[in-house]
């Protein structure tokens, strides 16, 4: 009996060799990938967060160097942040907190360049139709039309549209062409949520060059076929 079972085994382990010799190496390999995309895995999440804590620090550098008003710090950390941890959100908050610095303090330069920045480089879309809407408005402010008008021409995330649409008036209106303006702030009301005080303001742009828009709508409503018509 033991004999019998020592065959067996040498039966079982000459076919376990034989089968490991050939696809021995090719499971090894396969393992070696699996454990290496588990390793990679579980280190770019590390990294990420990481990143994430790091940039947090950096960011209170910046904010402390904006409400200080200290500009050449405010420079030198914004320009450090967006080497370092240019990928992060808190960079793209970092920048347009900037922009809004560096716009009231008058330098128009180094403002355009943080919300270009944020325009161009941003990941968060929402992050990114701020930064081209306040872009914008300095364009604008400029009497630099066409490129006031470029940055809210592109597409945008929905809950931004009307306040491009409103840009968008806003920029023809200067340009004197108020026939385009006045179909880009009947978009621009028709979007916002009626409740809005921004709608109201749409409305009153809208009231100057002729039209009311709360009226027009509720001429629609009266003339629209009811289903008791349509019997």
């Not at 945008?156 to 340009?175: E, N, T, W």
């Amino acid at each position: 009996m033991a004999k019998h079972l020592d065959l067996e085994e040498q039966e079982q382990l000459a076919e376990l060799k034989h089968f490991w010799k050939r696809y021995g190496n090719a499971i090894s390999w396969a393992l070696i990938v699996i454990f290496s995309a588990v390793a990679a895995w579980n280190g770019y999440h590390y990294w990420q967060r990481n990143q994430a804590a790091q940039a947090a620090v950096m960011y209170d550098e910046v904010e402390r160097a904006a409400l200080a008003g200290d500009m050449p710090k405010l420079d030198r950390s914004l320009a450090d942040m967006q080497e370092r941890y240019g990928r992060t959100a808190y960079a793209e908050q970092a920048a347009l907190l900037a922009a809004r610095i560096y716009y009231d303090k008058g330098n128009l330069d180094a403002s355009k360049g943080a919300l270009g920045w944020v325009a161009a480089k941003a990941s968060d879309d929402g992050y990114q139709s701020i930064a081209k809407l306040r872009l914008s408005g300095i364009f604008l402010e400029a009497k630099a039309y066409d490129d006031a008008l470029k940055q809210v021409s592109g597409d945008m995330p929905k809950s931004f549209a009307a306040l491009a649409a409103d840009r968008r008036g806003d920029i023809l209106a200067a340009q004197g062409k108020k026939t385009e303006a006045k179909a880009e702030y009947q978009k621009a009301y028709k979007d916002f949520d009626e409740r809005s005080e921004y709608r109201r303001l749409v409305e009153v742009k809208l009231n100057a060059l002729g039209v009311d828009p709360a009226g027009a709508a509720q001429v629609a409503t009266a003339a629209a076929p009811t289903s008791e018509s349509k019997k």
